[in-house]
């Protein structure tokens, strides 16, 4: 079993900057893929950002392209989202996940393990 604690939401405005961190524990990090999502009120959990087990390989969703980045740092087992440029419709809960798989899920179903969620709004 993964335990997962993210950290550094809060209210930014639009345009802003914020940096997301997800500290793992329990189980070898550098072994599986993780990824980031996203819930706003009324509205389904999706994908944000995955990255497979090296951080080699990463998927975005058309919504972020271009303004996030998902990295990890399997030394620290930590996983970062930075997210820059950000918009009035950035505003939801976001998790990080861990999968049993090492390369890149997209579907949440494919993830055993989540974290508590950190709220991020963005003003505009």
């Known amino acids: 079993q993964v335990q997962l604690v993210e950290s550094g939401g809060g209210l930014v405005q639009a345009g802003g900057s914020l940096r997301l961190s997800c500290l793992s524990s329990g189980r070898t990090f550098r072994t599986y893929a993780m990824g980031w999502f996203r819930q706003a009120p009324g509205k389904e959990r999706d994908v944000v950002a995955a990255i497979n087990w090296i951080g080699r390989s990463t998927y975005y969703a058309d919504s972020v392209k271009g303004r996030f980045t998902i990295s990890r740092d399997n030394a620290k087992n930590t996983l970062y989202l930075q997210m820059n440029s950000l918009k009035p419709e950035d505003t939801a809960v976001y998790y990080c996940?861990?999968?049993?798989?090492?390369?890149?899920?997209?579907?949440?179903?494919?993830?055993?393990?989540w974290g508590q969620g950190t709220q991020v709004t963005v003003s505009s």
């Open positions: 996940a861990a999968s049993g798989q090492s390369v890149v899920v997209l579907n949440p179903g494919d993830y055993d393990s």
